[in-house]
Each structure stands twice: as C-alpha cells, then as structure tokens.
C-alpha cells in the first residue's frame, strides 16, 4: 500500500473515531482549512466548519475578500448550501459589497433557489449600477440566464431584465468580454440564433471600447468560442476559420487556455473540409490542412478530439504530395527541455 493511500485511510480512520471540535480564529485560516480538506469525503468536517463560523459567539472574522475566496471554495466542491449560509453571515457585516451580493445570487440561481435569489437580486438593485462591480453584473445575469432555461416564472421579462442588465453591464465595463458573450448567450437561451450570431460577429469585429479612440479593440475569445459552437452545422468554412484566427490572435492577448486547443482544431475541421470539397485536387490545401491538424493534435488532450484527428489524419495523408515531406501524425511534447551540454 503506498504512502498517499496510507495518509488517506488514516485520516478517513481519524474523522470516524473523532468528533474533536472545528476551530478557526479568522477567516483566512477558515480558508487554509478548507484547503486542506478538499476531498468528497471531507464534506462532514467543511460543514461543521461552516456552523462554526456563522455562530457568531465564536467571533470568527474577516475582510469581505477573504469571505469572497471562502466562497470560491466552497463552489469548487459545489456545496452551494454552504456558500448560501456563508454569504448570508458575510452579508451582515458588509451589506453593500457588491462581490458578496454577487456571490450569492450566483449561489441561489447554481442550486434552483430563484425564490430567495431574486431577494438577494433585488437588494443588489437598491445600489446604483454605477457601484455595481462586474462580477455582480456578471453573476447577476448567469443567475437569469438559470432561470430562463428552466423557465422559472415569466420568461419574456426575465429574457428583457437580462438584456437591460447587460447593456448596463457593457456601458459600465466596456473592455470586459463577459457583457458581450452574456448579451448572445441570453438570445441563444431564446432561440433567437441568428441574432446572436450577428451580435457575436459584431462583438468581435466591430466593437471599440473606448468611443474616443478609433484603434480600440475587445479581446472577445469566449465570444469567438461560443460563436464557433454555433457555427458548428454550418457549412461557411471560410468565417470558421477567420473566427478561429481572431480566437487565436486574442488568446495572445490574454491569458492563455484551453480555448486555444480549441480554436486550433476547429480551424483544421474547417480546413480539412475545403481539401474534401476541391476533392483533394489541391495539394496545398491538403497540405495546411495536415499541419493544422499536426499542431491541434499537439495542443489536445481531450481524447475524443485526439480519436477525430486521427482519423481525419489519416484520410488526408493518402492524399498529400509526397514531395512536401508531410510525416506521418505524431505526439509530440508540448514542452522541450534543454539538457546541459556535455563538457
């Protein structure tokens, strides 16, 4: 039995035959707690952490961003029951942090309790827009498009209430991609498709943040992630891969993900498909199409992608000019160390 699971049965052993107290002086140690016990099995122990906390006799406290990251905790292991309870303790103390506000509804509209997140929504309403914060916007309108798709109440005012919130959400946070990608997923949830696809290709080609300058752009990958989704039974190759190339030109200004992987391999599906449709009469489109494939297989770990590749691989390669010297697909590494050179 190696060292990992041995730890692992003796603190499973630990937590059976204890029922030792929880105790934390501060809300920052509350949050190294819950680090420390992160797993499925540990759920007892992080709920006997929560009564400790919001019992107020016990004089647990902490910055409203240290409550924030408590949170976040919390909805890594989804237990938004817990997150409820915490921001309702938190919210007591800091009634207007809209962070905390936004932690909350996103926790109501995450477990199905719209009755008690529209109290919480509006309470945030009783702020000015202007205070709002964007993750309030953010979590806000993710909690309406919740409602929306389970058709919680009425539908068509939850569909406008979203769309105000939104416009409010780009005019107070300009440069956030979030409102513009938020604006098309709420249309998507109400079926108006090809509005939304022209509100995303808007968002990514026309958009300027800053009226007072003509240069501004917005880095919108997710909106040209969500746009490529919904381009995904059309047959316009040609956007398909000027959205991946405007994909990939915005995950270099910004941080990278796995979206780039993503907008690789759509690029090479849509590349792949013009060589089928010339009948693979053009070597330099089989060719490009190949190398794209060879750099999305690189960037890949999903293995259904990997599967895909390979077969459509396979395919193009018996049609590829042996003169261009296209190998065969190969794993390679995406990270290559240099070894010291030998005195």
């Avoid at 914060?133 to 939850?158: A, P």
């Avoid at 040209?224 to 190339?245: E, H, K, Q, R």
Wanted: a negative charge.
């Amino acid at each position: 039995m190696d060292e990992e699971m041995m730890q692992k049965l003796a603190f499973m052993q630990a937590m059976n035959n204890s029922e030792e107290d929880v105790f934390v002086s501060s809300i920052d140690e509350a949050d190294t707690f819950v680090i420390l016990h992160s797993n499925l099995s540990d759920a007892r122990i992080r709920r006997r952490l929560v009564d400790f906390i919001t019992d107020e006799e016990n004089n647990v406290w902490g910055a409203a961003d240290e409550y924030w990251n408590l949170m976040m905790r919390f909805f890594a292991v989804r237990d938004y029951y817990s997150v409820i309870r915490l921001c309702d303790f938190a919210l007591r103390i800091y009634p207007r942090n809209a962070d905390l506000l936004a932690c909350m509804i996103r926790a109501c509209g995450a477990c199905g309790n719209y009755t008690l997140g529209m109290e919480w929504l509006n309470q945030a309403d009783q702020l000015e827009r202007r205070w709002w914060s964007s993750r309030l916007f953010h979590y806000s309108i993710i909690y309406l498009q919740e409602k929306l798709k389970n058709h919680v109440g009425d539908s068509d005012q939850t569909l406008k209430q979203g769309l105000e919130m939104v416009n409010d959400f780009i005019r107070y946070f300009p440069y956030d991609e979030h409102g513009y990608n938020q604006r098309a997923e709420l249309l998507i949830i109400a079926n108006r498709r090809e509005e939304a696809i022209r509100d995303l290709q808007n968002s990514i080609n026309d958009v300027q943040p800053d009226p007072n300058d003509r240069h501004s752009s917005l880095v919108a990958s997710q909106c040209c992630v969500t746009l490529l989704n919904l381009l995904d039974d059309s047959n316009d190759y040609a956007l398909i891969i000027d959205i991946a190339n405007k994909g990939l030109l915005n995950t270099t200004q910004e941080q990278p993900s796995s979206s780039i992987s993503f907008f690789m391999y759509r690029k090479a599906l849509a590349l792949d498909a013009i060589a089928v449709l010339d009948k693979f009469s053009n070597p330099n489109k089989v060719k490009e199409a190949l190398l794209a494939y060879q750099s999305a297989y690189d960037l890949n770990r999903d293995r259904e992608y990997a599967r895909t590749i390979e077969r459509r691989y396979a395919i193009l390669y018996a049609h590829a000019d042996t003169k261009d010297n296209i190998g065969r697909l190969v794993r390679r590494p995406l990270f290559v160390s240099e070894e010291s050179a030998e005195e």
